[in-house]
């Protein structure tokens, strides 16, 4: 079972851990994040575990913010020092709010709560969540980006293209704004929509959108002109052609 530890005192993680590791040995503990700001990066470019045990206050802020900005959709626990947020917890998806220090027989109960009510709904999320990927639909809907600060959430249609420079990525969006994205271009292009995002080459994806105008280049590459522009050239690779041209029309590859 993959448990993600939302939480910004690492006494109070490392007690969790090693408690969670008495109650389950199988646990995999598959992210520690300790405020709000690395919540939003960690389940923007992640899949969602299957349980995420929650503290309320957090260095940067009060969980509940996480809420407004993405999804969660696998159960919560909550764990707190406070109890004057017990009705706010249940506006989601919660198994147990639970009062520190947390004690190991409350700890227990909470998890076997879990498994008595959220397993068989995580299964059913996992079954839902293998048949989309049958289909070939794109789970990436949005992305987090960072600049300085500040966090920016990014709709995938408003985005015009990626491109890689200095071994960093990047997105334009078709008003021409440039955001830094914390993932390569392999890593997005695994789950960009292929109905409308194509790799060109080694460092650009785009959109069908942002295609300007295009013209032959030798060896039968295409060059591309994109809106908004881009000071670096855009060269369709000879091997990407042929796919790229089908693509272009709709047609399989």
Not at 60 to 65: A, R, V
Not at 226 to 238: D, G, N, R, W
């Amino acid at each position: 079972m993959r448990v993600v530890i939302l939480e910004d005192e690492p006494n109070a993680v490392a007690r969790l851990r090693k408690n969670l590791f008495k109650i389950d040995p199988d646990v995999q503990i598959v992210a520690s994040l300790d405020g709000i700001e690395s919540a939003l990066i960690w389940f923007t470019n992640n899949s969602q575990p299957d349980l995420i045990f929650m503290d309320i206050h957090l260095s940067d802020g009060l969980c509940f913010e996480i809420f407004d900005h993405i999804e969660i959709s696998c159960p919560v626990i909550f764990t707190t020092a406070y109890d004057q947020y017990a009705l706010e917890v249940f506006k989601v998806h919660t198994i147990d709010y639970l009062l520190k220090p947390i004690k190991m027989d409350a700890l227990q109960s909470a998890y076997d709560k879990y498994k008595r009510f959220a397993v068989p709904v995580a299964k059913t999320q996992q079954h839902q969540k293998i048949g989309s990927e049958i289909s070939g639909q794109s789970s990436l809907q949005r992305l987090i980006c960072k600049v300085g600060s500040r966090i920016n959430l990014i709709k995938m249609e408003s985005i015009a293209y990626f491109y890689s420079q200095n071994k960093m990525t990047f997105l334009i969006t078709k008003e021409g704004r440039r955001f830094p994205v914390e993932r390569s271009l392999e890593s997005l292009e695994k789950e960009l929509d292929p109905s409308v995002f194509f790799r060109i080459n080694r460092k650009f994806i785009i959109h069908l959108d942002a295609i300007e105008k295009m013209t032959g280049a030798s060896k039968g590459r295409v060059k591309i002109e994109l809106e908004p522009s881009c000071s670096i050239e855009s060269i369709v690779s000879t091997e990407r052609s042929k796919y790229f041209k089908k693509w272009l029309v709709g047609a399989e590859s």
